[in-house]
């Protein structure tokens, strides 16, 4: 199951929770005012391989730097 980042509308609280996808939009109560008024919000990620970033990451690249390093511009 997934974990889902939301925040309440009420007290402005974020949080997480695991659930079911089919469940991801469904009302969450807040952990700490009990509302059920909350939005999801967009939960960002970061890979890495081999101590490479290769997703979530804008840093400049080439044609060349699909594998990781490159000696064309220097990116890794």
């Known amino acids: 199951m997934p974990i889902y980042e939301y925040v309440c509308q009420d007290c402005r609280r974020e949080y997480d929770l695991l659930r079911p996808m089919k469940e991801a939009d469904a009302p969450a109560a807040c952990d700490s005012c009990?509302?059920?008024?909350?939005?999801?919000?967009?939960?960002?990620?970061?890979?890495q391989s081999g101590g490479k970033a290769v997703a979530g990451t804008n840093a400049p690249s080439c044609s060349g730097c699909a594998g990781g390093s490159c000696g064309t511009c220097g990116h890794g």
């Open 34 to 47: 009990g509302s059920r008024k909350s939005k999801r919000k967009l939960s960002l990620c970061n890979a």
